[in-house]
């Protein structure tokens, strides 16, 4: 079973922090790359994506690396404010096939 | 535009009970997928749709049967419900399964007692 890893499981941060949460990938046929934000009670929605042909992207205070080679990106939030606090997917369809699977999530408190 | 509606938004069931939750999306996007949400697991597949007509199985698919008639809708049916099945309920499209934003509804809190 092909799988996304996404570390940390949970994560706290002072206001005003940097949050880095990763994700590593096995295979994926797919160049595209993203970050979904959950908000408790809400569905998750689409927060930054990356395409493979940059090692990075930066959208305000939210930056995605990517390091093909590796098979992982990750998820920057600079200056980390309370507001932030939610939960974090990455996702990665495996190669081959039509299944979008995602990470298991990361659970980010950020401290006033 | 309304986007991607799930019904209903709270349930629930008696083991041994069968039901259907309802999503609908009005931006004809031609992959649908549904998803469960427990605590620790994150979001699992349970099963997809690349287009009208044509499903498939995801990670977890097994109590759950879906079908794809219109290109606008994705029922997901709990043939008998089981405690196991308690969950968060969501469902997704998008454009296509790669390069595009996936669009979530509000999800189903499903108890099965």
């Known amino acids: 079973q092909q799988q996304v890893k996404q570390s940390p499981q949970s994560l706290i941060v002072q206001k005003g922090g940097i949050s880095i949460i990763n994700c590593a990938y096995e295979n994926t046929a797919f160049d595209y790359f993203p970050w979904y934000q959950q908000f408790p009670g809400k569905g998750p929605a689409l927060l930054i994506a990356?395409?493979?042909?940059?090692s990075e992207k930066k959208e305000g205070r939210f930056t995605i690396s990517f390091n093909k080679s590796a098979k992982q990106f990750s998820l920057h939030i600079m200056d980390s404010q309370p507001g932030d606090s939610a939960t974090y997917f990455c996702?990665?369809?495996?190669?081959?096939?039509?299944?979008?699977?995602f990470g298991t999530g990361t659970r980010l408190k950020v401290l006033a | 535009n309304a986007g991607v509606t799930q019904t209903p938004k709270f349930q629930v069931l008696k083991t041994g009970q069968s039901m259907t939750l309802q999503c609908a999306q009005d931006?004809?996007?031609?992959?649908m997928s549904w998803y469960r949400q427990d605590p620790g697991m994150g979001l699992r597949l349970i099963h997809y749709s690349v287009g009208a007509g044509i499903t498939d199985q995801g990670e977890v698919p097994n109590g759950y049967n879906v079908s794809r008639s219109t290109t606008e809708d994705f029922p997901l049916r709990l043939l008998s419900a089981a405690p196991s099945q308690t969950s968060v309920y969501f469902c997704?499209?998008?454009?296509?399964?790669?390069?595009?934003?996936?669009?979530f509804g509000q999800g189903t809190r499903l108890t099965v007692v």
């Open positions: 931006m004809n996007h031609e992959y």
């Open positions: 996702a990665a369809p495996p190669s081959g096939t039509y299944k979008y699977i």
């Open positions: 997704a499209s998008s454009y296509s399964v790669d390069r595009t934003e996936a669009f």
């Open positions: 990356i395409r493979p042909d940059v």
